[in-house]
């Protein structure tokens, strides 16, 4: 069964650096989100982005954030320069179709810690 | 602006017996409602969805949930608790205008499962 990876499983970064997480939804699927978990609190939508560019971003998403879909099959979510209060539980998710009640599966997450 | 509630953090039923997860939403339009479940160190997995068709909706391993409008309740039940249904569930709402879907997820409810 088609599923969505992402990679890698955890990610140790220093403030202020870089991080790109990496994910591969699934095939055949057109539009693509990322959400986070920071522990103990909600899931919050951040991202989703269809025909290459963004649709919607959450205010979470600020210029700090990017993605990219840079070859057709990965999708990544860029943090330029990481806070503390990045370390969260990162989900990317994908659906076939933007149309509402349109199923989104869910990849099984990247644990970012900032130290 | 839309919200979920999850009444309970956490739920704890003996094997065998009935489960109920209670969730109540705000919405302004029509809602389509999903249950999620997240078992430890695992992805999201879509357990079941109301999209304005039936109110009572069948998910996976049992599950089911019932479409109250008048209540505005989405509360998940199972008529006999196993031990492998231990996992954190989650209440989400979508927003029915929004094409680019983004979800709404309440706090969760941890379900544990005594033998």
């Known amino acids: 069964e088609p599923e969505v990876t992402q990679t890698p499983s955890h990610q140790v970064t220093q403030m202020g650096q870089e991080v790109i997480l990496r994910c591969v939804p699934i095939?055949?699927?057109?539009?693509f989100y990322w959400y986070r978990q920071i522990l103990g609190q909600k899931v919050e939508f951040l991202v989703s982005?269809?025909?290459?560019?963004?649709?919607?971003k959450s205010e979470i998403f600020d210029d700090q954030f990017s993605v990219e879909r840079p070859d057709g099959s990965n999708f990544t979510l860029k943090i330029r320069s990481t806070k503390l209060e990045d370390s969260a539980m990162y989900f990317c998710?994908?659906?076939?179709?933007?149309?509402?009640?349109?199923?989104?599966?869910f990849g099984p997450g990247t644990r970012l810690t900032v130290l | 602006a839309q919200s979920v509630t999850q009444l309970d953090s956490h739920v704890s039923v003996s094997e065998g017996t009935p489960v109920l997860l209670r969730c109540n939403y705000s919405?302004?339009?029509?809602?389509?409602l999903f249950w999620y479940v997240q078992h430890p160190n695992k992805g999201l997995q879509l357990l079941l969805k109301?999209?304005?068709?039936a109110t009572l909706v069948k998910g996976i391993n049992g599950f089911e949930a019932e479409f109250k409008k008048s209540e505005t309740s989405f509360h998940l039940t199972k008529p006999s608790a196993h031990m492998s249904d231990a996992a954190e569930y989650f209440c989400?709402?979508?927003?029915?205008?929004?094409?680019?879907?983004?979800?709404?997820w309440g706090a969760g409810t941890k379900l544990i499962i005594k033998p």
């Open positions: 919405s302004s339009y029509s809602p389509s």
């Open positions: 989400v709402v979508s927003d029915h205008l929004d094409s680019n879907y983004q979800l709404i």
């Open positions: 982005f269809y025909n290459n560019e963004i649709s919607e």
């Open positions: 998710a994908s659906s076939a179709g933007g149309r509402v009640n349109n199923e989104q599966f």
């Open positions: 109301y999209t304005s068709a």
């Open positions: 095939s055949n699927h057109l539009y």
